[in-house]
């Protein structure tokens, strides 16, 4: 049976694979992700473009060292009102973050790219669902802030933790706000690589 | 600070809370469900009614000890176009239930009461979350059924685990489909028991 490998550092992926119980191995990949934030200001075309990038990169490196797998790589970023939010770089702009998503809609889109080492099929796509957060106290927010769940995530939350607390209501995929849209996944590997993720 | 105290066998609802990294103790209550749900046909009167049922059965038995608690009780069912369905007694009722959800739309519904061990205060609520399944074929009905996460589940699945497979989409809040409404817990504790589930 195929390897496979979630191209990502993110834990939130490793959990969300991990809770499905499907079996698979991790690999890093670092990739200069600021010129295509530069460039690409549509929020799809910018996770799709990452997602690539990404996979092609632990394809590279896993060919070199002639490992066969599918990879599985993603790219996670938060719109609200045609702006992309990535994730904040400290204390302070997580909490501009929050304040700006509070009593709002917004937009949690993720791009996944998926590959396998031996093939040259590349398959992208991405998934989009709506968050709606009530409205969060100046007071609320630094409470929020002290969980440290900002830390690496588009948005400056996690919906599996505390943040459910003032997720309000979802509209879409779960498990694409959890950074990985298992359902596209499934199928995607179904229909282009012959895969049961079910056996995995 | 007063302990919170989850009424509850639900091992979805214990993991929610762990996740949202709050302490809590648990109880467990056994009251005969079956007079409620032969009397009540309306699914949220039912699920208010059971949930209410247990909080003040776990009150009770509380009391008795002299334990000061908040304590928290809940009960989910799925609705299908107007038909209530609760939990699979065996594989083949929880085959049954998942062919009626496959490629369909649902409604997830879960009642909430919560009260003090020292104060007569009860507020029963409940959260309800449309959920749309993927089509499924018999057979990866029957790979899901092999995952055994059909046991104890209210519609025979569990979001949280391989499930995320086929729900192509949610509408509502994502912790009621795991059983507990996190977000109006939050709400509840906050403004008729004073407390602050960030503290926990």
Chains 1, 2 share one sequence.
């Not at 396998?116 to 957060?133: A, G, N, Q």
């Not at 927010?141 to 939350?157: D, H, M, P, Q, V």
């Not at 706000?177 to 993720?197: D, R, T």
């Amino acid at each position: 049976m195929t390897k496979i490998i979630l191209a990502s550092k993110s834990i939130d992926r490793k959990e969300i694979l991990r809770r499905c119980k499907v079996s698979f191995g991790t690999l890093t990949t670092d990739i200069d992700e600021e010129p295509y934030k530069t460039k690409i200001k549509d929020g799809f075309k910018l996770v799709k473009e990452l997602a690539k990038q990404k996979v092609l990169k632990a394809k590279e490196e896993l060919i070199a060292k002639e490992k066969k797998a599918i990879i599985i790589a993603a790219d996670t970023i938060v719109m609200l009102q045609g702006q992309i939010i990535g994730k904040a770089k400290n204390n302070n702009q997580a909490f501009q973050i929050l304040k700006s998503l509070q009593a709002e809609t917004h937009d949690l889109i993720t791009g996944v790219a998926i590959t396998h080492t031996f093939f040259p099929k590349l398959i992208i796509d991405c998934d989009s669902t709506l968050v709606e957060f009530s409205p969060l106290s100046d007071d609320e927010i630094r409470e929020y802030l002290k969980t440290n769940e900002w830390k690496g995530r588009a948005g400056a939350y996690s919906i599996m933790d505390k943040a459910s607390f003032f997720i309000k209501s979802i509209k879409g995929s779960p498990s694409n706000v959890m950074g990985l849209p298992v359902h596209k996944l499934y199928q995607i590997l179904k229909k282009e690589f012959n895969m049961n993720l079910f056996k995995y």
